[in-house]
């Protein structure tokens, strides 16, 4: 049955121009797509860039990634939250997340404190200690650090404050502390006092990578192309 339709003339005709159409429009697409995505990698290394004035939290979300924000309140120094294994310059070390209680509002706002590298004689409590003064804070919009496979739950074991965590999201960070929390947290400002390692980047490759692929499809488009011309021509001297 296959073998007959193989032979069959207008299969052999029609089926292979069919196909090519169907790639060189599945290949232009998957390179506008990722044109597209350079171009939001783009504008949001431009957003994280620039300089732009603080928003005075007070219920409001950030309007964008990496917005400048500023909160008012108090840090909550006895319930932080350390996420364990993150590598800086061939270092492994921890993010301190510490709760901060907004003047006003219902919700904690965590905030990335920044990285400090992991000592086998260290006294955590102590070196991430902070004080509950009523201050205020700046920095920008971000979000926790994310893997895209991970063993387990973010807080296995962990007991006493504060807690070591491996990639938790926030609803597991809001479990441990029982209270709501922002959907995003501060990135503390690498100027700001009582913050460790700050060395804030998009977590994304750049839009090179991006442009990279959209040639390789398009490259791949003008392959069908050519492919589909050589066919045509072909029969058309045949005929």
Do not use: C
Not at 128 to 142: D, H, K, L, Q, S
Not at 219 to 232: S, T
């Amino acid at each position: 049955m296959i073998e007959d339709i193989l032979r069959n003339n207008s299969f052999r005709r029609f089926f292979p121009p069919v196909v090519g159409i169907v790639l060189l429009g599945l290949f232009v697409a998957l390179g506008m797509w990722q044109l597209d995505r350079a171009a939001q990698k783009t504008a949001s290394l431009e957003q994280f860039a620039e300089s732009a004035a603080y928003l005075p939290l007070n219920g409001q979300l950030p309007e964008r990634p990496f917005q400048p924000i500023e909160a008012h309140g108090r840090f909550l120094d006895d319930k932080q939250v350390l996420i364990e294994n993150i590598v800086r310059n061939g270092r492994v070390g921890y993010f301190v997340i510490t709760p901060f209680e907004q003047s006003g509002e219902d919700v904690l706002l965590l905030v990335n404190r920044g990285w400090l590298a992991r000592s086998d004689d260290e006294d955590r409590q102590t070196l991430t200690a902070v004080g509950n003064a009523v201050r205020t804070i700046r920095g920008r919009a971000g979000q926790l650090p994310r893997v895209s496979i991970r063993a387990g739950e973010g807080f296995a074991g962990a007991m006493d404050w504060p807690k070591s965590a491996t990639y938790p999201t926030f609803g597991e960070i809001a479990a441990e502390l029982e209270a709501d929390l922002s959907p995003f947290l501060m990135l503390l400002d690498p100027g700001a006092a009582d913050g460790f390692d700050r060395q804030w980047q998009p977590q994304q490759s750049g839009p090179m990578t991006n442009y990279g692929y959209a040639f390789q499809w398009f490259a791949m488009a003008v392959a069908v192309f050519a492919i589909m011309l050589w066919r045509l021509r072909r029969r058309a001297q045949h005929e």
